[in-house]
Structures are given as structure tokens and as C-alpha cells.
């Protein structure tokens, strides 16, 4: 199944990522992960993390997860991990 992983930085965090980020890429650079990256905010600052990648079941990528350098450092105020549905959208914007 496919699995989103959303993190939202805590506040203040901005070091704290920048110090585990690459630990982050050497870790995720290892996995086959979807597509994944930097969420930012309203001002373009990094205030996040989303990651869509295959896994067995929600336990399974929570425990996947949990060996991610960004979660071990507490990087993310909030943190949420649930199944995803690819769609393919229409092309044609007349319908």
C-alpha cells in the first residue's frame, strides 16, 4: 500500500534540521520512496517534511519511519502517517 508521512517542524527547529539533514538524505536516499521532500510555509521556509513511499501496512512504515534521523532528533511537532491514494487527474481541462 502507499503510504504518506507528513511531518511538521517544531518551531524554532531551523538549525536542528539543518544539522540532521544529512543524516535525513543518506537515510532516505537508501529507500524507494515515491516522491518526497521539503513542505515550506507561506514565506518559502522550510516548515516540513512529506514522503509517499510503498509499505506493508501503517505499522510497518510508522516503524520505517521511526529510524528516519529527523524523527530520531524530535525534529517534527506534529506527525502523521497514513495510507495514500495515487489518482491519475484528467488532462483535459475542458471537462
Known amino acids: 500500500m502507499l503510504i504518506a ?7 524554532d527547529s531551523a538549525s ?3 544539522a540532521t539533514r544529512p543524516a535525513h538524505l ?3 536516499s537508501e529507500r524507494r520512496n515515491l516522491v518526497g521532500g521539503p513542505l515550506r ?7 516540513g517534511s ?6 506493508t501496512d501503517i505499522a510497518t512504515a510508522t516503524a520505517e519511519m ?8 524530535d525534529l517534527f511537532e506534529h506527525i ?3 495510507q495514500f491514494v495515487a ?3 484528467p488532462t483535459d481541462t475542458d471537462h
Open 80 to 82: 502523521s502517517i497514513t
Open 41 to 47: 510555509d507561506g514565506d518559502g521556509n522550510v516548515c
Open 87 to 89: 489518482m491519475d487527474w
Open 26 to 28: 543518506a537515510f532516505q
Open 66 to 73: 521511526a529510524e528516519d534521523p529527523y524523527v530520531q532528533a
Open 16 to 18: 536542528l534540521r539543518a
Open 5 to 11: 508521512f507528513h511531518g511538521i517542524d517544531r518551531a
Open 50 to 55: 512529506l514522503i509517499v513511499f510503498d509499505a
